[in-house]
């Protein structure tokens, strides 16, 4: 694949203070690394090994691992999820479905109010959140639904996050450069700065107070790792077909919100010149990955922004159309 105007888009991003560096990539092609990995505590350039908390992306991780339990028949996405936490406040009356807070649909409260210092006191009022719309009624993006996802994970199966994906997913796919715990220092550990930790530790601040991994990301990956990820989800081999169609068809679609079990499938976050199938996922700190199964093409772009976010997604998405016209020109699709 010619990168040329790819690796011209990624040096105007570094010039344009959108972000330090990045390493990026598709499906049956090579990594390109540019730009630098850590300012701090010393200078590195960013390498196609650099491993970076990926925020966000990680909640493919938590979905991925629901999915493949409901083809075991241990989890039945449509049940309340209270059936699987009957602790929680809402109780066994509760409408709410596992499938609801995998589509982020489940009108729970996305305030601000459970953050907390403490992580006891914190896992206490996520505990006792209420609904404040019914289930279904809009999509919101909120990372309680997927930390609740994490804890029925970790209750049916009696796993840490980390164990269980490695288990199920990562092992599998021999995604040997994969964790969740935070790593800390390390030669290729990516430095980010939004809120600005040392390399290795969690960005986000529920895991980062938790101290442990939760369902709403913050996993350290590396750009082929999920790439491996990613060519699985296009060739359907190594796991059970249900779980295929599980994570990659649209299940609820509403207001220009399209999202399947654990992924955005709308329009304005597709890059434009691939299907409706789409599915694909960003990270805070400056993530995108995406699989179009209709084309057959799979990317990854990962960076530790430094600029504003929704400019940064934008041009992460611009990134992912030039690599698919540059693999179309080659043939590569």
Not at 2 to 28: C, D, H, N, P, Y
Not at 91 to 107: E, P, Y
Not at 192 to 203: A, E, M, T, V
Request: hydrophobic residues 35%; proline residues 5%.
């Amino acid at each position: 694949m010619s990168v040329t105007k790819s690796v011209q888009e990624v040096k105007k991003q570094i010039r344009a203070g959108l972000i330090l560096g990045a390493v990026f990539g598709t499906a049956g092609h090579s990594l390109s690394a540019l730009g630098k990995q850590t300012l701090q505590p010393q200078e590195r350039p960013m390498t196609i090994n650099s491993r970076f908390d990926i925020a966000s992306v990680g909640k493919v991780f938590t979905a991925s691992c629901c999915a493949l339990l409901v083809t075991q028949g241990k989890l039945d996405p449509d049940a309340p999820f209270t059936e699987y936490l009957p602790e929680h406040g809402l109780g066994r009356n509760c409408k709410i479905t596992v499938r609801d807070l995998a589509t982020h649909t489940s009108g729970i409260d996305s305030s601000g109010f459970y953050k907390s210092t403490d992580p006891i006191e914190m896992e206490r009022r996520i505990m006792n959140i209420t609904s404040v719309r019914p289930a279904g009624e809009r999509f919101e993006y909120n990372c309680r639904n997927f930390i609740l996802l994490g804890w029925i994970l970790e209750h049916i199966t009696g796993k840490g996050l980390e164990d269980l994906a490695r288990d199920l997913i990562w092992k599998p796919l021999e995604m040997n450069h994969t964790v969740w715990n935070a790593p800390g220092a390390g030669p290729d550990e990516v430095e980010h700065f939004l809120p600005n930790r040392p390399p290795g530790q969690h960005n986000d601040n529920d895991c980062f107070v938790a101290g442990r991994p939760l369902g709403n990301g913050s996993c350290f990956s590396t750009a082929g790792d999920l790439l491996l990820f990613l060519q699985d989800i296009l060739a359907r081999e190594h796991f059970a077909q249900e779980y295929y169609d599980l994570i990659s068809t649209c299940t609820y679609e509403k207001d220009g919100s399209r999202r399947s079990f654990g992924w955005d499938m709308c329009e304005r976050r597709r890059p434009r010149c691939l299907s409706e199938q789409t599915i694909c996922h960003s990270g805070f700190t400056g993530q995108t990955v995406c699989v179009d199964p209709v084309v057959g093409f799979a990317a990854v772009v990962l960076t530790n922004r430094t600029g504003d976010w929704e400019q940064a997604n934008q041009a992460r998405i611009g990134l992912i159309e030039m690599m698919y016209r540059a693999n179309c020109r080659k043939g590569g699709r």
